[in-house]
């Protein structure tokens, strides 16, 4: 009875070793940065909010008077996007172990 349940249990490891190494070989090399992703669709945004300001005449042109910076567009400040991290990174958790 013993040798039969460690026969089923040997099997039972190959099968999930095979599964796993399948599985593994289909993962990609590296994983894109969920941050980078961000940044790029801020770039986007600001680039869109861009060309929709150039578009508008200024304020001067139209023959209202001379132009100031005040704007919604003049005032803003170009930031990183906030991106949620978790409290403790991970390369630390092993250090802690």
Known sequence: MGLFIIILLVIATVLLIRNM???????PDSFDDGRDAARQAEIARLDAD????????PAAARGAGPSTVEGDHADRQVTEPAVDQPAVDDRDRGDRA
Not at 21 to 27: G, T, V, Y
Not at 50 to 57: D, G, K, N
């Open 50 to 57: 861009l060309a929709r300001s150039e578009a508008t005449p």
């Open 21 to 27: 190494n399948k599985r593994l070989r289909r993962l």
